[in-house]
């Protein structure tokens, strides 16, 4: 127990108030795992709590006073990088339940620790130590829950989803970060009332799909959405994968290859100096989601065969409007579209027929999505087939070797004409318009297409487009 923990429990003690340890910290603590995080419950209203903080830490903030929840840190000895500082939030004992015809919790103050505990989302969460005496309270007997590895509401789960539905989406968070299975009676209760989901605010749905997929083994909570249908609430792209397989067998199961792309594509995650830190959310929603164009393109041929035409490019309309409305930042809607985009553009490179032009462009239009392009393009080979998929694997190999190749040669990352503005409207007379755009493009399209040109052909090659240009 940290120190300044039990510290903090006598300053509420002295002031006449009850303060305990609760949810993650208590949760962790059994687990072994260090917790970051110091979150606290009291009998003191949030006015009393902020006295009290006040005067114990040396900075405090009021940002959740009105859902009763008071923040305050106290700084390490100095020296410290900060990394010690003892961050600690403290919440007024409470109850969230809805109004049915809105999406924000309705926040009631309750009187006991037990009372609070019993608004917990999972036992495993429902646990707290007492301070400064460190009384463990287990009222509904999360510790067994957390032994077995089961996630179980303290109340019935009807009542308690009907309270906070958000908990549904959170008993999929945590079976991807604890590992955990969900106990029958729960699950079957998130079935029942997956569409309650809806009056829950995209934001609040967004960050637990964000925290679900930045765990370390995303694919247990991912099944859970999908399995109770709470995904075709809030990722209706999801369970949509699940094609039908005729009897013949004439595609693979897309559901359950994008789950393993997912997988395959985090294996290639680098280090916090790699060019791809783990984890990376712009990848593994990329990665999930790369085939979602799938469905609405799926075409069955003369001859038996199956075909997705442009899937990618309907994919990656489909992936920027659900992104949007789960209100993820612009630019991860862009990289995550684009990545899907263009997630199909090697496939054209065969056994290494595409000239340095098409090296070229390929690099350009991934622009700083490349290192993760990489990763996407690679894990998206599922195939059993050992020898197709080593095929594969070398054609995209021969490809970086030659993106390597011609980065030391041109600086293939700043890739520009060999004539700037300036120099362009010199050569050519002209004033600053739409015509300097056009001879810029021109140009670039050369450098493209030929590598370095140098000043001099390129003003032959500039004199020549605006001859033809002008005739």
């Known amino acids: 127990m940290a120190p300044a923990a039990v510290e903090l429990g006598e300053v509420f003690r002295a002031a006449g108030h009850e303060l305990a340890l609760v949810g993650g910290p208590v949760r962790d603590a059994f687990l072994g795992r ?7 419950a009291t009998s003191a209203t949030p006015d009393e709590t902020q006295a009290l903080l006040a005067r114990w830490g040396d900075a405090h903030w009021d940002i959740g006073k009105e859902f009763g929840t008071i923040g305050a840190r106290r700084f390490a000895r100095s020296g410290s990088n900060g990394s010690d500082d003892v961050v600690v939030e403290v919440t007024t004992y409470r109850t969230d339940e809805y109004d049915p015809a809105s999406r924000k919790p309705v926040v009631a103050f309750g009187d006991t620790l037990d009372g609070d505990l019993s608004r917990r989302d999972f036992t495993v969460n429902a646990m707290a130590v007492r301070l400064p005496d460190l009384t463990f309270v287990d009222p509904f007997d999360g510790l067994s829950d957390l032994a077995r590895g089961v996630l179980r509401t303290p109340v019935a789960p009807e009542r308690s989803f009907d309270d906070d539905p958000l908990r549904m989406m959170r008993a999929a968070r945590f079976a991807a970060q604890l ?13 029942d009332m997956a569409g309650r989901i809806s009056i829950v605010s995209a934001e609040r ?6 925290k679900l997929l930045l765990a370390d083994r995303p ?5 859970v959405l999908v399995d109770t249908g709470l995904a075709d609430h809030v990722l209706p792209e999801l369970p949509a994968l699940r094609l039908e397989i005729d009897e013949h067998h004439r595609h693979k199961d897309v559901y359950q290859h994008s789950l393993t792309v997912l997988e395959q594509a985090m294996a290639q995650e680098t280090g916090p100096d790699g060019p791809v830190p783990a984890p990376d959310l712009v990848l593994r929603l990329a990665s999930l989601l790369h085939d979602v164009g799938k469905p609405a393109t799926r075409r069955f041929e003369p001859g038996g065969g199956v075909s997705f035409h442009h899937h990618e490019v309907v994919g990656a309309k489909l992936v920027a409007k659900r992104l949007r409305a789960l209100k993820y930042e612009k630019q ?4 995550v579209a684009r990545l899907v985009e263009l997630h ?11 000239t340095d032009s098409a090296v070229r462009r390929y690099v350009t239009d991934a622009g700083p999505l490349l290192e993760r392009l990489h990763r996407l393009t690679r894990a998206d080979s599922t195939t059993r087939n050992r020898r197709k998929a080593q095929r594969l694997a070398d054609s995209y190999t021969d490809l970086e070797q030659r993106i390597a190749a011609l980065r030391e040669q041109e600086e293939i990352d700043s890739i520009r004409p060999d004539l700037d503005g300036s120099q362009i409207m010199a050569i050519l007379g002209i004033a600053p318009g739409p015509a300097v755009g056009q001879a810029y493009k021109h140009l670039l399209a050369l450098r493209m297409e030929h590598g370095p040109l140098g000043e001099e052909r390129a003003e032959q090659e500039l004199r020549a487009w605006w001859a033809d240009r002008r005739a």
């Open 34 to 40: 260090a917790s970051h995080d110091l979150d606290f």
């Open 179 to 191: 590992g955990f299975s969900v106990e029958p009676a729960t699950r079957q209760a998130i079935v």
């Open 205 to 210: 749905v967004q960050a637990e799909i964000t």
């Open 219 to 223: 694919r247990p909570g991912l099944e």
């Open 332 to 335: 991860v809607v862009k990289d």
């Open 344 to 354: 199909l553009r090697f496939h054209g490179y065969g056994e290494g027929q595409w």
